[in-house]
């Protein structure tokens, strides 16, 4: 399978399920590898189970002014519906929660249109059996050939007392099955809740509300097992906070937003003790290699195989200081610098060990350089890295760079690794 964005931006506003305030969330398309964002205020904030603050009654990840609340239907939708390249900007707190299921997001990506994409997905696969337990809670992930869930509910109450399914996640069962399942509360509890600052945006339309003798509001329930399969909703959004589409046979007892978490980040720990992918942020940029601004031609790069596959991305800013010669009234921006580029995300990948810090990576030779299409001022650089020889002083290197699906330049070099002295 081909990894998938969507075609064109689409925008959505509601209230908040917790604040009970007004929001509104804008998807857009984003470039191959570069996974789910999130744009506050004009900052980035990575969905990730690693910057997850808070797990009552709604996954909330970053802190202060850039907390978002209640990512997880959103998480859910990119995950059930195959879409693993997608920026949400969000002007709000939290998502709108619409009706309280995923439906409102799947009818925005239905909106948008899915953009197959160039290159495969790249699925996490557990290495092993996977295993959390937390009191009477009990999660675990088995590696399989596709994404299973089994989830089972169970309360001391007269109305739901156990409910159990399992479903194996594609689009269309996600959309039939999953996403129409609305969240759901006891009416006991709901004073409390406004107390503690939750659920000041719920009513009887976007909630299933649970009463001593029955449900209040069961004309907005879709299916007579509507809970269970709301918790699988919350799953696979919370699991989908490791940033990869996922395949193995996962079973919950019980289990919450908070053992959904602590699955997702023992998920994450796995990823790093199978060896693959990490992504450096500017910090570990600048740790890796010597480059400065305004000399410094790369933002972020994730590593996909250590010493072989890297992507790095780069924002092409209208304000850089070349574009005031390069050309007066018209800017572009100068082949020579996406080549810089290239060159950068490699010194990245192979520089990006501790035992590295004393070098400096030099030019040898550039070869077959190509310049397809000019990059103007906004665009956003991904660039591609591939190995060819690597060697302990050095080595040869493909790369080619794109904006969005275009290619905008492909060349391959050397470089040598020498000692800053
Ligand atoms: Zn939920």
């Not at 039939?176 to 009513?203: N, Q, S």
């Not at 009234?329 to 290239?342: A, D, N, Q, T």
Request: aromatic content about 8%.
């Amino acid at each position: 399978m081909k990894q998938r964005t969507i075609e064109k931006e689409v925008s959505f506003s509601g209230i908040g399920l917790h604040t009970g305030q007004k929001s509104k969330i804008t998807f857009k398309p984003a470039a191959v590898d570069s996974g789910i964002c999130f744009f506050k205020n004009g900052s980035k904030i990575v969905p990730d189970a690693d910057k997850v603050t808070k797990t009552i009654r709604g996954t909330t990840i970053g802190e202060g002014e850039k907390a978002i609340h209640t990512v997880e239907h959103l998480m859910a939708t990119f995950l059930g519906m195959g879409i693993d390249n997608l920026c949400v900007e969000i002007a709000g707190d939290e998502p709108p929660i619409g009706d309280g299921s995923a439906m409102p997001f799947v009818r925005m990506i239905e909106r948008a249109g899915i953009v197959v994409q160039r290159k495969e997905k790249r699925y996490y696969v557990p290495g092993r059996k996977i295993e959390y337990r937390e009191n009477d809670v009990k999660v675990e992930a088995m590696p399989s050939d596709k994404l299973e869930i089994t989830m089972v509910i169970e309360y001391d109450h007269p109305v739901i007392k156990k409910q159990e399914r399992t479903f194996e996640i594609n689009e269309e069962v996600f959309k039939r099955e999953i996403a129409p399942a609305k969240t759901y509360c006891f009416d006991y509890e709901i004073e409390h809740l406004e107390k503690i600052g939750l659920v000041r945006g719920g009513t009887l339309k976007n909630a299933i509300v649970i009463g001593e003798k029955g449900i209040h509001n069961r004309e907005i329930m879709s299916f007579e097992d509507e809970f269970v399969r709301h918790k699988i909703l919350d799953l696979m959004g919370d699991i989908f906070l490791i940033g990869r589409p996922i395949k193995a046979k996962i079973t919950s007892l019980r289990g919450g937003h908070s053992s959904n978490i602590a699955l997702a980040k023992l998920f994450k720990e796995d990823i790093k003790m199978t060896g693959s992918e990490t992504e450096l942020g500017l910090e570990e940029i600048k740790k890796a290699i010597p480059h400065r601004p305004p000399f410094l031609f790369v933002d972020r790069v994730k590593i996909i195989e250590p010493l072989k596959k890297a992507v790095g991305w780069r924002k092409i800013r209208p304000d850089e200081w070349f574009f005031k010669g390069h050309f007066p009234e018209y800017p572009i921006l100068p082949g020579v610098l996406i080549v810089e580029s290239i060159a950068q995300t490699a010194g990245v990948l192979f520089l990006a060990k501790p035992e590295l810090e004393n070098k400096l990576p030099f030019f040898m030779a550039i070869d077959d350089v190509k310049f397809r299409n000019p990059v103007f001022p906004g665009d956003e650089l991904t660039l591609e890295i591939e190995v060819q020889r690597a060697r302990l002083r050095g080595g040869k290197v493909a790369g080619k760079a794109f904006v969005g699906e275009k290619l905008v330049c492909e060349c391959s070099f050397m470089f040598s690794i020498v000692d800053k002295k």
